[in-house]
């Protein structure tokens, strides 16, 4: 395979003895290594290398200014925008949202030469009549709104006059300072010869700069494209050298060059779509695995185009042990790293700090981040460990700093991670530098290579940004840090160092012009990708961009095209990978350019499409079980004396491995943080409430005098109860304040039914929250019985039958507590319900001696239905008395139930299922 490179030095050898005079210039830095390969390989002898320029190198040598970083482009734009605006200047956060598409259409005004101030005003001018009105004149918002436009041109002014005066320009007026100034700098360098090399979509400026080269100096320009593009007047890959021989007087009396003719040649493209990101680069993976094991100097031609940046590491993660070598072109940006997550926490957490204290829930997530736990000695751990629990046994929504000074004194983090001073920006950069140091001593002790690369460059980040703390006084506050933070962190890359002349290269598309391989693997070759489609992120529209001659996203659309198809002429194996999968965001559908492909006469016979599926792992999982060993057997029985809840034997039924789990061994979920009640404390504070609201009506008859007593009652019992379940807890706002409510709402209208319930009904209340247990004999088990026991939230008489009552604050349907048999209570998990009551009634009947009555729930989420009771359906009628027959059919499925529990064959199955209540 000839490459363009060695093609275009061959064909200068025949004119030029010697290449050490010539000036190369070349689209972009990293061609210039390969280009001296080719050197190299061209001579076969020592000699001195030309002099090469990228194109951004030279025009900053011929404007005679500097780069200046993008972080101090925005900084210089604000100064000058405050200086333009003394009064009313919108605050830096505020500036930030509208500043970045800003700077980037200044860039566009200067790469394009366009009269900046002309365009403005004609915008002005746009907006201007958009918003006439012929009642009058306009208002203070509106007049805003117009004078920010008529602003635009003046800023333009002072902004590249101010960063003029400083030897500076953003990179689209250093190269209108080029164009402006190369006459000038040709007049010095008559002399020169310039090789310009694989130019496509060229700027006003670097056209002119160019053009200005062809006329006034002995030298060439070759375009690297296949002259099949060329020819084809309607191919976008040619749409810009078209016009460049079309318009340039150069071409008039010379012939172009560099143009070839590979692209016809025999090829094989495959077209492989695949689901997801993730599955494209393992695709990847096992395609490089697959081409080395077939042939082990493939891969020393083989490129990877990553078309998305993001897709990096996981490809990185994805490539085989067989690959030997690979140098990566692009860099890792940090702003994908773990640690960037950890500094957005910090930043975060020292915004949100309170009067009243640091924020709980960023507290737990601090504590709990692997790199805050890489800072602490076993002490500090331990230290951590109180702290933690003391807020999720306290529930606080902020944590006062003194609790912090007590808890982190002793390991010198509190003045870190939660500084004293709020909202001090040059503070917390202060606190987080000292961070990145005892991070830096934990990976130095670990031998963490990869984390002390980009833990330096975090360190690189925040040396810059405590620079501009002190040269900027905007940035003071936390808010302000926050946004510095984000925008640099959007412009920093770990720079990945290889070998770029050996080995399987990675790299973006922009990082492959003027290189060719003979395999390449493109993936992300989606639609709104390549090509990028109509993305806009700018103050011009569409309309004046067209007037004034600057690209749009059809310009655009044709530089990837040109791209994508450069890559493919002189390439001999080509891997396009598609994402399958719909998405409105990222794209979806296979781009364009491979349906192009599939109907182009000279490539649609070489071209296969398939559809790639992640292999899956088709075996059934094994089911996790525990086998009864002898030792849990004795568990076994030591718990059936102790005596099971309702509660631990219906998740038995659910899920037997979640029985052994938490009734045997007692592992039990962590637990959670609440900043707002969650169902648990709300139910245990309706509970306890109901019981301290009723006790003193124990065995007295209920009437309406005594009920409205206690209706007056409900609010301070329920405060009493909300101060106990949630000590540090505010309930007099937000979203405990409507908990609150609506515990208090729950009580009053239970209370309210109590009343006109009792009008009409005798009742008694016989126990509040009554201790139940009894024993059940099972001879077929060594020990003969089994204990159980639980608690019934209430035992009343209504007209002489007994109820056996049970509060549920979450929804109860009538399906949920009515059986058409009893083995149900001990096969189906949905009767839960109805099998906890009637384990409460059995154990009633033995305890109190009830023969016959009722048992059911109140939900308070249907209270209107009154109390639901539980039911045995019979010939389409619903029996709700329990009497000594039901006891019996049930007590007979408790024991078919303890028999399976305590039977040593029987295994606890682990069930993955849904809870269906």
């Known amino acids: 395979m000839r490459r363009f490179l060695e093609e275009?030095?061959?064909?200068?050898?025949?004119?030029?003895?010697?290449?050490?005079?010539?000036?190369?210039?070349?689209?972009?830095?990293?061609?210039?290594?390969?280009?001296?390969?080719?050197?190299?390989?061209?001579?076969?002898?020592?000699?001195?290398?030309?002099?090469?320029?990228?194109?951004?190198?030279?025009?900053?040598?011929?404007?005679?200014?500097?780069?200046?970083?993008p972080i101090t482009q925005l900084f210089e734009l604000y100064n000058v925008y405050r200086e333009l605006?003394?009064?009313?200047?919108?605050?830096?956060?505020?500036?930030t949202q509208w500043a970045s598409p800003l700077l980037q259409d200044f860039n566009e005004l200067d790469r394009y030469m366009v009269d900046a101030n002309k365009l403005f005003d004609h915008l002005a001018a746009i907006h201007e009549l958009n918003q006439w009105d012929l009642q009058g004149e306009p208002t203070a918002m509106l007049s805003s709104y117009l004078k920010f436009?008529?602003?635009?041109?003046?800023?333009?002014?002072?902004?590249?006059?101010?960063?003029?005066e400083q030897g500076l320009g953003?990179?689209?007026?250093?190269?209108?300072?080029?164009?402006?100034?190369?006459?000038?700098?040709?007049?010095?360098?008559?002399?020169?010869?310039?090789?310009?090399?694989g130019f496509n979509a060229l700027t006003k400026a670097e056209s002119i700069i160019i053009q200005r080269i062809l006329d006034q100096t002995e030298s060439e320009i070759y375009w690297d494209l296949d002259t099949v593009f060329v020819e084809d007047q309607e191919h976008d890959a040619s749409f810009f050298i078209r016009q460049y021989l079309r318009e340039w007087p150069h071409f008039s009396t010379k012939s172009p060059k560099g143009f070839t003719a590979h692209y016809a040649n025999s090829k094989t493209i495959q077209a492989i779509g695949v689901p997801r990101d993730v599955s494209q680069v393992q695709y990847v993976g096992n395609l490089l695995d697959t081409l080395n094991t077939e042939d082990q100097d493939v891969l020393n031609d083989t490129a990877v185009i990553l078309n998305e940046e993001s897709l990096l590491n996981p490809l990185l993660h994805a490539l085989p042990a067989t690959v030997p070598e690979a140098n990566i072109t692009m860099g890792y940006p940090l702003e994908k790293t773990a640690l960037a997550g950890f500094f957005s926490l910090l930043i975060q957490c020292y915004e949100e700090q309170d009067p009243n204290g640091w924020y709980a829930k960023n507290i737990l997530t601090i504590i709990a981040h692997p790199f805050f736990k890489r800072t602490l000695s076993e002490a500090g751990e331990a230290i951590i460990s109180e702290l933690r629990t003391s807020i999720f046994n306290d529930n606080p929504a902020y944590v006062r700093p003194v609790v912090l000074r007590s808890e982190l004194d002793t390991e010198h983090l509190l003045h870190?991670?939660?500084?004293?001073?709020?909202?001090?920006?040059?503070t917390a950069v202060d606190d987080i530098r000292k961070i990145i140091s005892r991070l830096k001593e934990n990976m130095i002790e670990q031998d963490n290579r990869v984390g002390l690369q980009l833990l330096f460059g975090f360190h690189q980040v925040f040396n810059q940004i405590a620079d501009f703390t002190i040269q900027y006084d905007?940035?003071?506050?936390?808010?302000?840090?926050?946004?510095?933070?984000?925008?640099?962190?959007?412009?920093?890359?770990?720079?990945?160092?290889?070998?770029?002349?050996?080995g399987l290269q990675i790299m973006g598309m922009l990082e492959s012009r003027l290189l060719d391989y003979k395999t390449i693997i493109l993936t992300s070759v989606n639609e709104g990708i390549i090509p990028t489609g109509k993305t806009h992120s700018s103050l011009i529209p569409f309309d004046v961009k067209i007037q004034f001659g600057i690209p749009t996203y059809k310009e655009k659309d044709a530089v990837y095209t040109y791209h994508f198809y450069r890559l493919l002429q002189r390439a001999e194996s080509i891997y396009l990978l598609y994402d399958t999968e719909p998405d409105a965001l990222a794209g979806g559908e296979k781009s364009r350019l491979i349906m192009q492909l599939e109907t182009d006469p000279l490539q649609k016979d070489n071209i296969v499409s398939s559809i790639a599926i992640p292999k899956y792992d088709t075996s059934v999982p094994e089911i996790r079980k525990v086998i009864k060993s002898p030792a849990l057997i004795e568990a076994l029985k030591i718990k059936s004396l102790e005596g099971f809840s309702p509660t631990l034997l219906s998740t038995f039924i659910e899920n037997p491995f979640l029985f052994y789990k938490r009734g045997i061994l007692g592992i039990h979920d962590d637990p959670l943080y609440e900043e707002y009640i969650g169902p648990l404390t709300l139910g245990t504070i309706v509970h306890e409430a109901l019981e301290l609201l009723y006790a003193p009506l124990l065995n007295i008859p209920l009437n309406a005098e005594l009920l409205e007593g206690r209706h007056a009652k409900i609010h301070s019992i329920v405060q009493e109860r909300f101060r106990e379940q949630f000590p540090a807890g505010n309930f007099t706002r937000g979203k405990n304040f409507l908990a609150y409510e609506v515990i208090i709402r729950y009580l009053e209208r239970l209370v309210s039914y109590e009343i006109e319930f009792c009008r009409e009904h005798d009742v008694v209340i016989l126990g509040l929250e009554e201790k139940l247990q009894t024993v059940i004999n099972v001879e077929s088990i060594p020990f003969g019985k089994v204990k159980m026991k639980g608690t019934a939230d209430r035992i009343d008489k209504v007209d002489g039958i007994f109820r056996i009552l049970d509060y549920k604050t979450g929804v109860v349907n009538p399906v949920d507590i009515q059986i058409s048999g009893w083995e149900n209570l001990i096969l189906e998990p949905k009767f839960q319900k109805a099998f906890q009551l009637m384990c409460y009634a059995l154990m009633a009947h033995e305890q109190k001696g009830v023969v016959e009555f009722n048992a059911g729930i109140i939900?308070?989420?249907?209270?209107?239905?009154?109390?639901?009771?539980?039911?045995?359906?019979?010939?389409?009628?619903?029996?709700?008395?329990?009497?000594?027959?039901?006891?019996?059919?049930?007590?007979e499925q408790l024991i078919k139930l303890f028999e399976t529990i305590l039977d040593p064959e029987t295994e606890f199955e682990h069930k993955n299922q849904v809870r269906l209540f």
């Open 149 to 164: 436009w008529k602003d635009l041109g003046p800023l333009y002014d002072s902004y590249s006059s101010s960063l003029q």
């Open 8 to 69: 275009v030095l061959e064909d200068l050898s025949k004119i030029h003895d010697s290449f050490e005079d010539l000036i190369f210039i070349l689209p972009n830095k990293r061609a210039g290594t390969f280009l001296l390969k080719a050197l190299a390989t061209i001579t076969g002898k020592t000699t001195f290398a030309p002099k090469i320029h990228s194109i951004e190198s030279f025009v900053q040598e011929v404007s005679g200014l500097d780069y200046a970083p």
């Open 85 to 95: 605006k003394p009064a009313n200047a919108d605050s830096f956060v505020d500036f």
């Open 474 to 502: 905007f940035i003071d506050d936390i808010p302000a840090l926050r946004k510095l933070f984000e925008n640099v962190l959007q412009m920093q890359q770990v720079d990945m160092r290889g070998e770029p002349l050996q």
């Open 416 to 426: 870190l991670f939660f500084p004293t001073k709020p909202n001090d920006a040059k």
């Open 170 to 197: 953003y990179p689209g007026l250093v190269f209108r300072k080029a164009a402006e100034s190369i006459d000038a700098y040709l007049k010095n360098e008559a002399e020169l010869n310039f090789i310009l090399l």
């Open 859 to 891: 939900s308070f989420k249907k209270l209107n239905q009154g109390v639901q009771f539980f039911g045995v359906k019979e010939n389409r009628q619903l029996h709700t008395i329990i009497s000594k027959n039901e006891l019996m059919a049930f007590k």
